[in-house]
């Protein structure tokens, strides 16, 4: 296995960050093509107007692929914005809900607490579910909550980046409509687009660089927001400008454009959904293999996207992370509020990554075990 040192630095370490993530490696040089000359307009990709025809064809582009890959009912409004999911935390209870009114959350990590925070400046929102005095291992079944008869909504975060856990079911919401942070597992596992009124996620972990993100509205959502809104906070501003009210983020809207691409060419959302599942058993099964190491999230609610895990000896793990991070094993060190171990399998992570992982994990668990 290859060591990283000062004079031997591999040109692409296997990738396991939690975002911005690894993107597949097509990707990368596209990207690189484009810099000095975006489609052969003569105009570097990073110098492009976003008023050109040369760039709207991108954006219609990225448009069009989201669409396709995930299934986007016609009606459904897509937008490419900028402010991250945190922006999306207000700015969706701030489009749907009036003063007073209530929304329920399902808080099963810290995202879904911050996204909670935010709805509570604007009206009447409440956590229905609480993992946190279990160390969020866990994501809710069906019968461990009640949807409010007069909740708008019921918000969810589909996937818990920071503790490695996931929801494998579609939450139930009392017939409420549904609103749903996928910014971790976004084109990488099963989704209905259809069952939700607003869908967004930072491209940053699963879809492209960070600065961009995807928002995805239904009808319903769109008629609900309210007037009188800070222009920059209006879905409808953004909407009835096609996502170019002001300059928009074109350098990720390329990126998350050839992204969807390489989905296209590689299988579609069922492709992701296969290799997505294969890397994480391959690791979840070499965690399982024995006591050296625990796993954080309970069997059920396993991320495969956000694996999560501690040494039984916790200090081997600093020795852990040195050694791999020397080996060429990046970004493997848990989020700073929990510690430990964690491995990001986003979709641009290959198979190969998480073999050279197992095969690492083998080898420190016999010399230290």
């Known amino acids: 296995m290859p060591r990283r040192t000062a004079k031997n630095v591999p040109e692409r370490i296997h990738n396991f960050g939690a975002g911005p993530a690894v993107l597949p490696l097509s990707v990368v040089q596209a990207v690189g093509d484009a810099l000095p000359n975006l489609m052969d307009s003569g105009f570097g990709l990073c110098e492009i107007s976003h008023r050109s025809g040369t760039f709207q064809s991108v954006v219609d582009s990225a448009m069009e692929r989201v669409r396709r890959v995930l299934s986007v009912p016609d009606d459904y409004t897509v937008l490419f914005l900028q402010g991250g999911a945190s922006l999306q935390f207000y700015m969706t209870a701030l489009n749907i809900l009036d003063d007073g009114e209530k929304a329920d959350y399902l808080v099963t990590g810290g995202w879904a607490k911050k996204a909670l925070k935010e709805a509570e400046r604007v009206g009447d929102a409440t956590a229905i579910w609480d993992d946190s005095e279990n160390g969020f291992k866990s994501v809710p079944s069906n019968d461990e909550y009640t949807v409010r008869e007069d909740a708008v909504y019921v918000h969810y975060t589909s996937n818990n980046t920071l503790y490695g856990t996931q929801y494998h079911h579609l939450p139930d919401s009392g017939g409420k409509p549904r609103i749903l942070d996928a ?54 501003v953004h909407a009835s400008k096609g996502s170019l009210f002001n300059t ?14 390489w989905l296209e060419d590689n299988g579609g959302l069922e492709g992701s959904i296969a290799r997505n599942r294969a890397k994480a058993n391959l690791l979840y099964q070499e965690l399982d293999r024995s006591n050296f190491w ?21 200090d081997l793990e600093p020795i852990f992370l040195e050694e791999a991070d020397a080996a060429g094993l990046g970004g493997l060190k848990g989020h700073r ?20 992982l197992v095969a690492f994990m083998q080898d420190f668990e016999s010399r230290h075990a």
């Open 183 to 236: 910014s971790s597992d976004i084109a990488g596992v099963p989704i209905d687009v259809s069952a939700h009124e607003i869908i967004y996620a930072g491209a940053q972990k699963n879809l492209g660089p960070s600065g961009v993100t995807l928002v995805i509205l239904s009808p319903w959502a769109m008629e609900r927001c309210g007037d009188d809104l800070p222009t920059m906070l209006d879905y409808n």
């Open 248 to 261: 928009p983020n074109t350098f990720g809207i390329f990126v998350l454009d050839q992204v969807f691409k």
């Open 294 to 314: 625990a796993p954080h999230a309970e069997m059920d609610s396993r991320s495969v996207m956000n694996v999560t895990w501690r040494i039984s000896n916790s």
């Open 337 to 356: 509020s929990v510690g430990g171990i964690r491995a990001s399998l986003y979709n641009g992570c290959p198979l190969e990554s998480v073999v050279a």
